[in-house]
């Protein structure tokens, strides 16, 4: 927990540092002006996401010519129409100005990935073009986690150990994607998919995320309705440039 905890830390700072530059009010009532869009439209749009991050915590860099632009026309001629967009700039060097810059360039749907644990960040995510946001439910209790999900149309819960499956397994709705990510976020070791994938209810639609490839895609189909994946194609694609 120690690294969620500094995460948190951090991202309490953070959103202080921009309440100051756009206030609050301010912000709410843009996001109460925007249009809500159908979910279901999002589910129709295939069962991959495409991620477009800089570099992690336990991998370092990922490309050395990483370039936000360059990476999402690759997802799009791969005809992957969900784009996630890492938006935290000290663990992933991202920026939430990407956000509104891919939106006016592409017609696609964006999730913007990030800690997650202030309303503040969910007005943010919809008036910089955001369709989907995550929120990782170790980081917020359960009342939290409703207080969120009641803002916003479409929503990642991720988790990644069953006391957080269980937390979360209770709140039904129809805008609501729960994710498993591939490697627990307290000890950064992977974990095993299969194991944890059946305590979720069956009508539930369940993503997988983080540290994926091809061969565990074919492998994990039967079990999850979407999957995340970035790295193995961002570095794919370093290579068919080459």
Known sequence: MRFLNEVINLKMNEIKIRKKKIKFIKIYN?????NYRNIDKFFSKGFLFGEVKNFSPLKGKISNKFDIFKVSE????????NISILTDKVYFGGELSYLPILKCKYNNLFLRKEFIINEYQIYETIIS????????????SINRIL????????????????????????IYNKNIIYGLNNRNLITFKNIKLYKLV?????????????NLNLKKIIFLKKLFNYFLIGEFLIK??????K
């Open 30 to 34: 843009i996001f109460y002006r925007k």
């Open 74 to 81: 690759y997802y799009i001629k791969l005809n992957i129409h």
């Open 129 to 140: 073009g955001g369709d989907y946001l995550l929120i990782i439910t170790e980081m917020l």
């Open 147 to 170: 207080k969120m999900t009641s803002k916003f149309n479409c929503v990642i819960l991720e988790n990644f150990n069953l006391r957080n499956i269980k937390k979360i397994n209770n």
């Open 198 to 210: 059946k305590y979720f209810d069956i009508k539930k639609k369940v993503i997988s995320e983080s």
């Open 236 to 241: 794919k694609n370093d290579t068919r440039d």
